[in-house]
């Protein structure tokens, strides 16, 4: 069945995890306001999503997480005290990084469950339309959002369209993977299976969900009912199968590079690359970042 493309003007974001892999970085400051340069991780998918049209952002947070709504809000003494110092371009920057007044929902995940529950407490605020979803530890970079990719890619198929990337063969047990059918031409493929942390052995490729999705209302349905798969977590991915039986799945091989700031070693990277991509602070950190890697 083929889905006539509607308009995607939501975008979800879970962030209600418990973000284990930081402590204690994570015990009282949410894993998705560590900062990369100098932005928060979530800032950087709500801006890809706002580039990509997204009208409306739904947050799906949990105990401890107040910060990230805080940082989206208006910081009323803060924006005073600095308009009183004429400090005019500051005042622009936190402007930039707020929603539109009623553009932006929190709904709390109580327990942490897994990504397919977590997907599943947006149900009412997404309603029965088609939504973006971003998984704001991958951080995505590249000279064209993730989401707008993506969109294109939306307007020509409809049905839901998965973003995947390649990774070395023995990574593949840390992730969703992909099973390809037809190739469609612009780095689109039909997908025609896919599997959670599968063994090495049983992986049906080396490309990976790389956490943004296009999705159909109709997933909720299906999370609804799903049992708690891989790691005991309700998983989005086998909700995305029951799916598969009667609506069209398409990957696209995004252009861009995908941190995974949800770990150490990705979150590091993240903070030296787009570093490095800033005509403001490359010129004084690459002669730091040499030094330090000489040593
Ligand atoms: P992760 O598994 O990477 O996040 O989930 P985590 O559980 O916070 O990380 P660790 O392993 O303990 O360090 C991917 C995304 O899904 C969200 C997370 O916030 C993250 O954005 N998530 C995960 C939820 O919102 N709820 C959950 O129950 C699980």
Redesign the pocket.
Known sequence: MTTTPRKIRKAV???????????PA?KAVP??MLTVVDKPVIQYAVEEAAEAGIEHFVF???RGKGAIEDHFDIAYELEATLKARGKTAEIAQLEATRPAAGAASFVR?Q?????G??VWCARDIVGNEPFALA???MLIHGPRGCFAQMMDVYARHGGNVIAVEEVPHEHVNRYGVVALAGDLGNATHRISGMVEKPKLEDAPSNLIVS?RYILQPEIFAKLETQKPGAGG??QLTDAMIALMAGQDFFSYRFEGTTY?C??KIGYLAANVALALARPDIAPKFRPVLEKLTRE
């Open positions: 974001f879970p962030v209600a995890g418990l973000g284990t892999r930081f402590l994570t894993k998705e799906v947070t949990g995940q327990e942490p469950l897994g990504l529950h977590a998984l704001p530890d956490g977590e309700i995974d949800g770990d």
